[in-house]
């Protein structure tokens, strides 16, 4: 029997997933919840288990490629090869009759609860859109059946008959093959789906397929504004020995983090302020906790020296560890500090938090901080560890920067960012001595936050580094 898998809604309410790698190849034996695929949704790159035990017959996708919700990726050969072929699970199609020869095995059953198969798109293979029928809106997807309308001799004669060609032109009838969200694209940027040629898996349109579309229809203006209808297709393509440009597509993490900023920005009313501190003491603090046997391989930096004052400094100022509920109409206290650290990876920027990073010591921090890090880098953080957040913190200065105004983590009220630490002249007992300093900057929503607040929370986190010792009097 051939089962064919399509991609699963990974539980995130994403329409889209990049194949990152795959762990099979045709003619692999595999086992029911098999680790198959690397799959990269918007939050993270997560494993794919195989719904099937089985032989791997066929990859539809390539890795590296964008794949939609409901697309098929691969196809498994069940049991003998001469059994009937059973198509993959059709979410809108009828639910069979209940009856005891039709009741589904145990293993077809842990096969639906596996995984979700998301909402329904077009299926491959048919050149119009099969109209939704109304019993289909309540049948488990991975336990819906083929159609009973059609006659079962059809079945059995579908393998030898010729292949149904793509229409050449879209009638009134017919409509052009697309997903929801390639439709909603298009209707954004007023395409005719009738007026675009479909590149995907059996003339399947893409969002590729209406930007290129966008590309021709639209004019390219010159330098002194003017509009040049030939201009798209005279220019060339390379500038000398060089590329006049590199286009790449939007997607994955870098989509997300895009809208997670724009919606950040136009939300919530940012105000950032700055405060430049000698922390001299907390460098030789370090550096004795370096030299301390005790410590020696406790990995504790400057992050996570700062992580600990403002974690101290939440305590005082609470209302910055909150957050805007505009569709409840309340403000969300939180009483425990999650700790969102920024981690710069190969795919983007990442926001993993600490759970409850106000309860660990410098110790802990540092080990919290060492292992989140590295997760980050490794690409295997989990969608989990990106939930939840109360509070952010990013070291802008292990790139050299000194200051920024750094955009608040959606749901938050406040973020802090490190600068650089620097040799300056500084005023020092009434004398300038060269000492360690840093620059603080702190953006929070002003909403939640007013700005004696958020002065008071900058200015105590300023006190603990300038100052270790101060501690004792804060707590």
């Known amino acids: 029997m051939i089962k064919v898998f399509k991609l699963p809604d990974l539980g995130e309410g994403l329409t889209e997933s990049e194949i990152v790698a795959w762990l099979v190849a045709p003619g692999d034996e595999v086992t029911l919840n098999q680790h198959i695929a690397d799959v990269e949704t918007a939050k993270a790159v997560v494993e794919l288990p195989s719904p099937f035990a089985g032989v791997v017959r066929e990859l539809h996708q390539p890795a590296g490629v964008v794949v939609h919700v409901g697309e ?143 590309t021709e229809v639209m004019p390219t203006p010159d330098l002194h504004g003017a509009v040049s209808p030939s201009a798209t297709a005279a220019r060339p393509a390379t500038s000398g020995d060089h590329l006049d440009e590199t286009r ?26 700055f405060l430049t501190i000698d922390v001299t003491p907390t460098v030789e603090l370090l550096a004795s906790l370096r030299a301390d046997r005790q410590f020696a391989n406790a990995g504790i930096g400057i992050l996570a020296a700062v992580a600990k004052a403002l974690c101290l400094a939440v305590g005082r100022t609470p209302s910055v560890n909150t957050r805007w509920d505009e569709p409840a109409g309340e403000i969300v206290q939180f009483h425990h500090v999650n700790l969102g650290v920024a981690a710069a990876t190969p795919r983007g920027l990442l926001v993993p938090n600490i759970v409850d990073a106000d309860r660990l010591d410098l110790r802990g921090l540092a080990a919290a901080l060492a292992e989140l890090t590295m997760s980050a880098r490794a690409g295997t953080t989990t969608p989990a560890a990106l939930a939840g957040g109360t509070i952010t913190i990013t070291n802008i200065g292990v790139f050299g920067i000194d200051a920024g105004t750094p955009i608040l983590n959606p749901g938050e009220a406040a973020i802090l960012a490190i600068g650089a630490i620097r040799s300056r002249p500084w005023d020092y007992r009434g004398q300038v001595a060269l000492r360690q300093v840093l620059t603080l900057s702190v953006s929070f929503d002003h909403r939640l936050v007013d700005g004696e607040q958020g002065s008071r929370f900058l200015a105590d986190i300023g006190t603990i580094l300038a100052d270790p010792a101060r501690v004792l009097t804060m707590i």
């Open 72 to 214: 098929p990726i691969v196809t498994f050969q069940i049991g003998a090869a001469d059994e009937p072929t059973d198509s993959s699970p059709k979410p809108d199609a009828p639910a069979p009759a209940p009856s005891a020869a039709g009741a589904a095995s145990p293993a077809e059953q842990r096969e639906a609860n596996l995984v979700g198969y998301g909402p329904a798109i077009e299926r491959g293979g048919h050149p119009r859109r099969r109209a939704r029928t109304g019993a289909g809106a309540s049948v488990p997807a991975a336990l819906a059946e083929p159609p009973t309308a059609a006659p079962a001799a059809a079945a059995t004669a579908a393998p030898t008959a010729a292949p149904v060609e793509p229409p050449t032109a879209a009638s009134a009838e017919e409509r052009p093959r697309s997903t929801p969200p390639v439709r909603a694209l298009a209707r954004d940027l007023g395409i005719d789906l009738t007026m675009v040629t479909g590149t995907g898996k059996d003339g399947l349109i893409t969002r590729d397929d209406i930007h290129a579309r966008v």
């Open 248 to 273: 790449s597509p939007i997607k994955s993490l870098r989509k997300l983090m895009a809208a997670a900023m724009v919606q950040s920005a136009f939300t919530a009313p940012h105000v950032t302020e």
